[in-house]
C-alpha cells in the first residue's frame, strides 16, 4: 500500500509568486527596518509568517461567501455560524468578534483587572497584551519539559497543575480566571492532553475559579491526542473536541486559524451575566451581537471551515506535512523543537547562534537571514516578541525560536522541499550572523513594529 500521505485537495485557483534575488530583498530589509513585518507581501517568496488568515479556502467556503446573507440582525448566516460553533463548543452563550484577540479583550476586560493575576500553559502575544492592558499579571504555567526545545515528549503544552494549584492557594482572591492554549502557540505549537484539561479543571474547580480555552488551533490539538494519548486512537476527531470544550466554561478563538477562514473569532461562555457583561462590550466596539466585528459572508466561510477542519484526511495531512518539514530541516542538522508542532516549525535559534546574546536577538538574526537569503518570511518569537516588560526593562525571553508557520491547504511539498534546502543553507553559515539592536519601539506588542539596525561584524558590513 502507498504510504505517501498526499495533499487531500486539488488546486482549483492560483496566486503567482514573484520571484525577487538576493540583492534586492536585501534592500527590502533595509527599507522594512529589519522588521519582517514592515515587508511588502509581494516581495516575500514563502509566506510563512504567520499560520493567520492565510489559509486557502475551499470551493465550499466559497459558496458560503455567496450565500452570506448582510442582515444587521439576525442573518441566517449567523445561525448558521451559531450552530457550526455550538456543534463542537456546546456553550450556551456564542458572541462572534472580528479575530482572536477582540475576544480576548472582551473576556479579560471583563474579568481582570489590577492586582489580578492570569495563568496560562503559555500565553500569546496578543493574549499576554490583553492581559496587561488591564493592569493584570499574565503568568505562564506550562510544564518543564515545555521549555526544553529539544526534548520529545508528546503534550508539551500541558499546564503545571501544581505550580497552577499552589499559585490559586496563595492568591485565589486575585485569580478571576485560568486559560489553557490549544494548542501552546508561543511553547511551540505543542499540544494540551485530555488528561491535563481535566485535571487543570479539577483545580479550578477546587478553588472556584472558571476555565478557559484559548482554542485558537482546537482541531489540531485533537488530532494530536488522537494519535498520542493512550485510549484515543479510535475516536472521531469531532467527539475529542467536545471533550476538551466540556473542561472549560467558556473559550476565545481565532477562526483565522482552525476556522479555516481568513478572518473571524469568537468567544464563548456558559455564564449569563459574564454574557451579558461581554455583550454590552461588544456593542461598543465589534458589533450588534449576532454578527460581532463580521460580515455575515464571513460567518458563512467560518460555519464551513469549521465542519472541514475536523475531517480527518485533512488533519493527517496537516499535521504529517509540518512534520516532514521539521524532519528534513533536523535532517540538515539544524536544532529545532521537538516533537514538531502541529500549524508550525521552531528553530532554535539560541542553540544555532550560540554566539549572539538575547539582548541582541538572535532569533531576529535568523529570521532576517532567511528572509535575504530565499525570501522566506517567517516570526522571531523570543525576546524581541517577549522580552520587553510593561515596565520598559527589557529581559532574555524564556526561548529564542523562530517559527516557520505553515498556512493552510497553500504550499505544495516542492514549496516545502524549498524551505528545508534554504534553511539549511543559512544554517551552515550561522556563525557568520550577526545580532541587531532596536533603534526604535513601541510601548507594547513592540515586534509588530520595532525597526532594527544590524551590529556591526563581517557578515553585515
Ligand atoms: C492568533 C492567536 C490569537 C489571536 O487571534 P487573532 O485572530 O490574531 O486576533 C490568540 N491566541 C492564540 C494562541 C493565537 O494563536
Given at each position: ?10 488546486i482549483?485557483s492560483v496566486e503567482p509568486i514573484r520571484m525577487t534575488t538576493a540583492e534586492e530583498r536585501r534592500a527590502a530589509l533595509v527599507a522594512a527596518g529589519w522588521n519582517l513585518f514592515a515587508l511588502r507581501g509581494e516581495d516575500v517568496l514563502i509566506d510563512l509568517l504567520t499560520d493567520?488568515?492565510t489559509?486557502a ?267 516532514y518539514v521539521?524532519?528534513g530541516i533536523?535532517r540538515a542538522g539544524v536544532?529545532v ?7 508550525a516549525v521552531y528553530l532554535?535559534a539560541?542553540?544555532l547562534l550560540?554566539?549572539v546574546?538575547?539582548?541582541e536577538y538572535p532569533g531576529q538574526a535568523l529570521a532576517t537571514a532567511l528572509y535575504e537569503a530565499g525570501g522566506i518570511r517567517s516570526c522571531e518569537i523570543?525576546?524581541v ?16 525560536l523562530v517559527r516557520l508557520a505553515i498556512p493552510?491547504?497553500t504550499y505544495t511539498q516542492s514549496h516545502m522541499d524549498y524551505v528545508v534546502e534554504v534553511v539549511a543553507e543559512v544554517a551552515a553559515d550561522a556563525e557568520r550572523l550577526r545580532g541587531l539592536r532596536i533603534t ?7 515586534h509588530f513594529t520595532a525597526r532594527f539596525e544590524p551590529l556591526g561584524g563581517p557578515a553585515r558590513d
Amino acid at each position: 500500500m502507498p504510504t505517501t500521505i498526499i495533499e487531500p485537495f486539488r488546486i482549483h485557483s492560483v496566486e503567482p509568486i514573484r520571484m525577487t534575488t538576493a540583492e534586492e530583498r536585501r534592500a527590502a530589509l533595509v527599507a522594512a527596518g529589519w522588521n519582517l513585518f514592515a515587508l511588502r507581501g509581494e516581495d516575500v517568496l514563502i509566506d510563512l509568517l504567520t499560520d493567520s488568515g492565510t489559509g486557502a479556502m475551499s470551493s465550499e467556503q466559497w459558496a458560503g461567501i455567496q450565500r452570506g446573507d448582510e442582515s444587521y440582525a439576525g442573518s441566517p448566516s449567523w445561525f448558521r455560524f451559531e450552530a457550526a460553533v455550538r456543534t463542537l463548543f456546546p456553550y450556551r452563550h456564542v458572541i462572534p468578534t472580528h479575530q482572536g484577540r477582540a475576544a480576548e479583550r472582551i473576556l479579560l476586560g471583563a474579568l481582570a483587572g489590577p492586582g489580578s493575576v492570569v495563568p496560562n500553559n503559555t500565553h500569546f502575544d496578543t493574549t499576554r497584551a490583553n492581559t496587561e492592558a488591564t493592569g493584570a499579571e499574565a503568568v505562564d504555567l506550562v510544564i518543564p519539559e515545555g521549555l526544553e526545545p529539544a526534548l520529545d515528549h508528546p503534550f508539551k503544552g500541558d499546564m503545571d497543575v501544581e505550580r497552577l494549584d499552589a499559585l490559586l492557594t496563595a492568591r485565589r482572591p486575585d485569580v478571576p480566571c485560568v486559560i489553557v492554549t490549544v494548542t501552546n502557540n508561543s511553547g511551540g505549537g505543542q499540544p494540551v492532553s485530555l488528561a491535563n484539561l481535566r485535571e487543570v479543571r479539577a483545580v479550578c474547580d477546587r478553588h472556584g475559579v472558571p476555565l478557559f480555552l484559548d482554542a485558537c488551533r482546537f482541531a489540531e490539538n485533537a488530532w494530536f491526542i488522537r494519535e498520542r494519548e493512550p485510549g484515543q486512537q479510535d475516536r472521531d476527531v469531532a467527539d475529542i473536541v467536545r471533550d476538551m470544550a466540556a473542561c472549560a466554561h467558556g473559550m476565545t478563538m481565532s477562526a483565522k486559524k482552525d476556522g479555516l477562514a481568513n478572518i473571524g473569532g469568537w468567544l464563548a461562555v456558559d455564564d449569563d451575566e459574564l454574557a451579558e457583561r461581554c455583550r454590552t462590550q461588544l456593542i461598543l466596539t465589534e458589533g450588534f451581537p449576532t454578527y460581532g466585528g463580521l460580515a455575515g459572508r464571513d460567518l458563512d466561510a467560518i460555519a464551513q471551515g469549521l465542519r472541514e477542519v475536523v475531517d480527518h484526511d485533512y488533519l493527517r495531512y496537516r499535521v504529517r506535512s509540518t512534520a516532514y518539514v521539521a524532519e528534513g530541516i533536523a535532517r540538515a542538522g539544524v536544532p529545532v523543537l521537538k516533537p514538531a508542532g502541529g500549524h508550525a516549525v521552531y528553530l532554535d535559534a539560541r542553540a544555532l547562534l550560540p554566539h549572539v546574546p538575547p539582548l541582541e536577538y538572535p532569533g531576529q538574526a535568523l529570521a532576517t537571514a532567511l528572509y535575504e537569503a530565499g525570501g522566506i518570511r517567517s516570526c522571531e518569537i523570543g525576546t524581541v516578541m517577549f522580552g520587553r516588560r510593561p515596565d520598559g526593562s527589557e529581559h532574555p525571553a524564556p526561548l529564542e525560536l523562530v517559527r516557520l508557520a505553515i498556512p493552510r491547504r497553500t504550499y505544495t511539498q516542492s514549496h516545502m522541499d524549498y524551505v528545508v534546502e534554504v534553511v539549511a543553507e543559512v544554517a551552515a553559515d550561522a556563525e557568520r550572523l550577526r545580532g541587531l539592536r532596536i533603534t526604535s519601539e513601541p510601548p507594547a506588542l513592540r515586534h509588530f513594529t520595532a525597526r532594527f539596525e544590524p551590529l556591526g561584524g563581517p557578515a553585515r558590513d
